[in-house]
């Protein structure tokens, strides 16, 4: 019983060290564009693949909305904000934005206890996230809310996207609440988008193992997302629908 006990407070102790240590410190001297904005990913047999493009959404009916990054740079200034800009794509409407991602805290994640292997640790990272479309074009706003970015550091110290459990049923990273406000009214809308899963989108979102649309708003802009998944594979249609899918609507 005596060494059942110590064993205890062996692990209670070590995982207590770990929850203490200053991460976010730490985070200073990495670089996190391949973490939350990663261009590849691993998963558990290590293979690399290319990174999906994020699943997202604005207002409460679930239009669709398209956010893609095309430059993602480290601040010379202060090492735990990240400079980005890219393109936002919501009903049609493309535009250009500017804007950052502050990390504001980093904390040890114990949910990977037993996948990882010795030496390795999860880590959940939470940003504030600042954009700012143009304000010269149509349709543009503000955007302002939390991002959420599991990476794990493995044995050697190195920081990585946690794709660990990629092919698991409802894996989901970079998950991103928050708002889109209008320049023009001022009128704002839930923004909210995610690698693989968006949160908050169980209305959308009646997928089991993986993201799948209720046909209810195959119309709001997610046409082609349904028309790839719901059918044959070797469907004409189907086919037409993933390469519409593939397309870089942000060049």
Not at 105 to 119: K, V
Not at 134 to 151: E, P, R, V, W
Request: hydrophobic share 35%.
């Amino acid at each position: 019983m005596k060494v059942t006990l110590n064993i205890f407070l062996l692990v209670f102790f070590a995982n207590l060290s770990l929850a203490q240590e200053d991460f976010l410190e730490k985070l200073k001297g990495y670089d996190l564009s391949q973490v939350i904005h990663p261009d590849s990913i691993s998963d558990d047999t290590l293979e690399k693949i290319e990174a999906a493009e994020s699943l997202g959404f604005m207002g409460n009916d679930y239009e669709r909305f398209r956010i893609h990054f095309t430059s993602f740079t480290k601040s010379r200034i202060n090492p735990l904000v990240y400079n980005v800009k890219g393109k936002t794509n919501f009903k049609n409407n493309i535009c250009n934005f500017a804007g950052t991602i502050s990390v504001v805290s980093a904390e040890y994640d114990d949910s990977l206890e037993g996948i990882i292997g010795p030496g390795q640790r999860g880590l959940s990272i939470v940003s504030n996230v600042v954009i700012y479309e143009d304000k010269l074009q149509n349709g543009s706003g503000i955007i302002k809310g939390t991002l959420i970015t599991d990476a794990f550091f493995d044995a050697k110290g190195r920081l990585s996207y946690n794709a660990l459990m990629l092919m698991a049923d409802g894996f989901r990273n970079n998950q991103f609440t928050g708002t889109w406000t209008s320049y023009k009214t001022g009128a704002s809308k839930k923004c909210n988008w995610g690698d693989y899963r968006i949160p908050e989108s169980r209305g959308l979102d009646v997928g089991a193992g993986e993201f799948s649309v209720l046909e209810k708003y195959r119309s709001k802009g997610w046409e082609s997302y349904y028309d790839s998944y719901c059918c044959d594979p070797d469907k004409p249609e189907t086919k037409a629908a993933r390469k519409k899918e593939l397309e870089k609507w942000w060049l």
